[in-house]
């Protein structure tokens, strides 16, 4: 079964500062996605950023951006120039290349983006 | 595009009551999701529908537990003899199919289940 862990409970970074967030994943497929959900305080979780396995260049979205390991399956997100809006839970999670797959995703780690 | 919507977006129940939830997918997407979310963990999953067909079903989801989605549209997912235990974030997403596997999940808001 593929299991994914965000060994950061929490996190907290500056205003405009970058700040790292982890994940890992354990896997024997060879093909599956990778993604980073947003979920801020009482609101609907939103995709951040996702990244397909079978491609080496880390994927990019505006201020975030990943770092993918295949080989050490690590999947880190970085996020540029915080801003108080990123404040929230963010969770990494995995899918399997088949049309249809559940995501299973990490336990969180809640970012605080401090003034 | 009005995104995924639940209802009810609260509930609050007594021990031993059945409760239903409904989840209203994005128009176009012909796949949708159910899963549960605890405080403090991340979501897990329930079971999936592929139009009306219940594809997959989670161990989680016990015999207490039923879902359907009569007519490929929306879903609703029953708990009957609701326990404490089954306090919880239920969320709904849905996706639009593709041939090469590539597809997003979007989020429903959620609804928020306390069993008294």
Aim: hydrophobic share 30%.
């Amino acid at each position: 079964a593929q299991t994914v862990t965000q060994s950061q409970p929490e996190m907290s970074v500056q205003e405009a500062e970058t700040v790292t967030l982890s994940c890992t994943y354990d896997t024997s497929e060879s093909d599956y996605y990778l993604f980073w959900y947003k979920q801020p305080p009482s609101r609907q979780m939103i995709l951040v950023i996702r990244q397909e396995a079978y491609k080496q260049q880390n994927a990019t979205e505006n201020r975030f951006s990943v770092n993918f390991q295949k080989a050490a399956k690590s999947f880190s997100l970085k996020i540029s120039d915080s801003q108080l809006g990123d404040a929230a839970m963010y969770f990494c999670a995995y899918r399997r290349g088949t049309s249809g797959s559940r995501l299973t995703f990490g336990e969180g780690t809640q970012l605080t983006v401090n003034p | 595009d009005t995104g995924v919507s639940q209802d009810p977006r609260h509930k609050i129940t007594k021990r031993g009551q059945n409760v239903t939830f409904r989840c209203d997918p994005i128009s176009e997407h012909n796949r949708l999701y159910w899963y549960r979310q605890t405080l403090g963990q991340g979501p897990e999953f329930l079971t999936y529908f592929q139009n009306e067909a219940q594809l997959e079903k989670s161990r989680l989801l016990s015999d207490r537990f039923s879902a359907e989605r009569p007519k490929g549209s929306f879903s609703t997912l029953e708990i009957q003899r609701t326990e404490q235990g089954d306090s919880a974030m239920y969320l709904c997403a849905s996706s639009t199919g593709t041939s090469g596997g590539w597809e997003t999940q979007y989020f429903g808001p959620g609804t928020r289940l306390l069993v008294l």
